[in-house]
């Protein structure tokens, strides 16, 4: 069956970078974008950007730009979506997602999730 | 830049229709999808261009979308459908989350 791994939890302090991986299996890791999504405690989605496995294009939202970086490994079938700069505003919840673009563009398998803590 | 808005909650009784409205300039000439979420746990699609069920989804979910809104209906709504529910839309290369509603069955 379809599946997004991600890496366990992190705890950084201000200032750091974190890079956070996900996994996927059950189906053909390059005909299918990835997206990053991003929740704060108690906060609704927030879309950070995307990156296309096939060939590594990438785009990301605004507020993220120069802060994030996208990656794939085709070899391990692997996206990895790092943060830098971190501040405490940057705790929350990272998903990646499996994404059908096209007709729609929507997620249709998410991961389960890798909190990311920010504190000194 | 491109905004969807939803109300904070909506109430329904078992057994009555659920409605999640999602609104946005020009919405109906996008396609819009559904994600559910459960506390603590990942999101769920339930509804992908506007109106498709994924398998494994229920009959009761359904979607339209037309003019500047969305709907997300729920018929029948059970218990289990308690939960917080997100429009998305795709405008300008970019992905677009609305606030999100919380679905409360009582």
């Known amino acids: 069956q379809v599946q997004l791994v991600q890496s366990g939890a992190e705890v950084k302090k201000p200032g750091a970078s974190v890079k956070v991986s996900c996994k996927a299996s059950?189906?053909?890791?390059?005909?299918?974008?990835l997206h990053w999504v991003r929740q704060a405690p108690g906060q609704g989605l927030e879309w950070m950007g995307i990156?296309?496995?096939?060939?590594?294009?990438?785009n990301y939202a605004q507020k993220f730009q120069g802060r994030v970086t996208m990656t794939r490994d085709t070899s391990t079938s692997t996206v990895y979506m790092e943060l830098s700069s971190l501040r405490s505003e940057d705790t929350a919840v990272y998903y990646c997602?499996?994404?059908?673009?096209?007709?729609?563009?929507?997620?249709?398998?998410w991961g389960k999730g890798t909190t990311v803590t920010v504190s000194s | 830049s491109y905004e969807l808005t939803q109300p904070p909650s909506v109430s329904v009784s078992p057994g009555q229709t659920a409605s999640i409205t999602c609104s946005g300039d020009?919405?109906?000439?996008?396609?819009a999808s559904w994600y559910q979420q459960k506390p603590g746990q990942s999101p769920v699609l339930v509804i992908y261009?506007?109106?498709e069920r994924p398998s494994g989804i229920p009959e009761r979910f359904s979607g339209s979308n037309s003019g500047n809104t969305a709907t997300l209906t729920i018929s029948g709504t059970q218990a289990m459908d308690e939960a917080e529910y997100y429009c998305?839309?795709?405008?300008?290369?970019?992905?677009?989350f609305g606030g999100g509603t919380k679905l409360t069955v009582l």
């Open positions: 997602a499996r994404g059908v673009q096209g007709e729609g563009n929507y997620m249709d398998v």
């Open positions: 059950g189906y053909t890791f390059t005909y299918y974008y």
């Open positions: 990156i296309n496995p096939s060939g590594g294009s990438t």
């Open positions: 020009k919405l109906g000439d996008k396609y």
């Open positions: 261009q506007d109106s």
């Open positions: 998305q839309a795709w405008d300008s290369s970019t992905v677009v």
